[in-house]
């Protein structure tokens, strides 16, 4: 049985290793990525300071040393406005099987006035570009300024703070692109709002992501409007929110002399509108302010007339991630993902399976979850599709060797190609004291490999 995989994120790592471990020996997988480089989110997501939620990587390069197992990178199945190498019809036609576990590549707006300013990002443009995403290169945010805003009350919010907040030398340490390091050294941000919707008791953060904050000892934090108390907890708090609670009491309670930074958490605050100079540069945000209401399950969110505005020059908003419609492929607007049956076939808008196609991860789920979560849905998807029946007759092995070499032919990044580019960046980040130095454009990837290939030729 012949699989195409399309995104070598978690999803798409979790799938084949499912399919390898209960589907027929000769049941082989081809992976696509459209960036040249494997393991989706957990390079370009997870925290460059979180380096042990990346040694989930190992066992995805397990699955990737198998003999049935090959890679095609910087191949992108091609993505509503024409961009890309590959179709879903070229895969179904080659293989028995099809899965799309391409994520959320896209973001949620607030839908204010101004919101595409100067330096005004959405947290996946700031993030990939901190990450080294290759189509984040280009980002640029100016970290020359006195106020920044993040809105959100996630963890990617707080992802988001610690990069602002963290001196260069902390980042240093890590895998964080090259040029966002740079950028970094220039940083004289004094002050950051962090602005989140309803209260304290409601906020999305996990317990360690919050617990974090204690560490950033120069930094002073303000709770506005002050805090509520410990001992009257809304009907649905929780020990997450409980524990939360106790730690934004604790660094409430820390007076700093001489803070390195401010960090105000703004809480019933929406933004209603950014403020730009002659420039197009944002200079401020005005947020209405909402009043709460306790209810048994959560609480529930009224905007006032009341309104105030904060200075910010650089706005950066984590509102939640979408994903990016695909040629040929049903989508769902409103939702921002692949629509699917329960066991993740991919249908028409009316219900109606596509023979042969499957979707699994963000994309079939929506933009929520740890890594570990998706392993559950690419198991529960993996055993559909060996379950199933399609009446298909895939093409030739040799038409197929055929179309993989005209894809090599156009730059794709092989297994192999990986392997000695993965072995650059260790060795790289080993010489400078961390984890990996991470290459990011296409250029400097196909010049790294030239120089490995032409090394090794030598050797
Ligand atoms: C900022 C951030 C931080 C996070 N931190 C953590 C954390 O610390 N711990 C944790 O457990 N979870 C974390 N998560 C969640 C975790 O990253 C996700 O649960 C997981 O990555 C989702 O996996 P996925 O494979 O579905 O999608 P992705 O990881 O997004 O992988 C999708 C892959 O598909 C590729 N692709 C997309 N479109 C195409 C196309 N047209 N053609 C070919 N390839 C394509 C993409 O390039 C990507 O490599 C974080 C998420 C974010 C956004």
Known sequence: ??????????????????LFKSGPENLTVDMFEKTPFPFGLVRFGVAPDHPKIKNVTRGYQKTM????????????????????????????????????????QDDRKLGIPFEDSKNSYSATRFVGWYNGHPEDRELNPNLKIKHATVVGAGNVAIDVFRFLASP????????????????????????????????AWDVAFTNPEVKELLDFED????????????????????????????????????????????????FQVSPKELRVDSD??????????????????RSQLRQTDKTSVYPSQLFIRSVGYRG???????????????????????TDLEGKVMEGLYVSGWMRRGPSGVIGTNKKDATEVGEVMLQDQRAHQATSRRELESWHQTLLDGGAISKQDWGLLDAWETSEGEQLGKPRRKLVTLLEVQE???????????A
């Open 1 to 18: 049985m012949r699989v195409a995989i399309v995104g070598a994120g978690p999803t798409g790592f979790f799938l084949a290793a499912s």
């Open 65 to 104: 040393d198998s003999p049935r197992f090959s890679f095609f990178g910087n191949v992108t199945l091609t993505e509503d406005g024409g961009q890309g190498h590959i179709t879903a019809d070229d895969l179904l036609r080659h293989y028995d099987r099809v899965a799309l576990t391409v994520g959320c």
């Open 168 to 199: 260069h030398q902390r980042m240093a340490m890590t895998d964080a692109s090259d040029h966002s390091l740079e950028a970094l050294k220039t940083n004289t941000i004094e002050e950051v709002d962090v602005l989140v919707r309803r209260g």
């Open 219 to 266: 930094v002073q934090f303000c709770f506005y409007p002050d805090l509520p108390p410990l001992d009257s907890p809304p009907p649905y708090a929780d020990r997450t929110s409980t524990k939360n609670m106790e730690v934004f009491h604790e660094l409430a309670g820390r007076r700093i002399e001489n803070p390195r930074m401010t960090v105000n958490f703004r």
């Open 280 to 297: 197009g540069q944002v200079k401020e945000v005005e947020v209405c302010h909402n009043e709460l209401e306790i209810g048994e399950t």
């Open 324 to 346: 990016r419609p695909l040629a040929g492929i049903p989508f769902h607007q409103k939702w921002g993902l692949i629509p699917c049956d329960k066991k993740g076939r991919v």
């Open 448 to 458: 790294a490999l030239n120089k490995l290939k032409a090394t090794s030729a030598t």
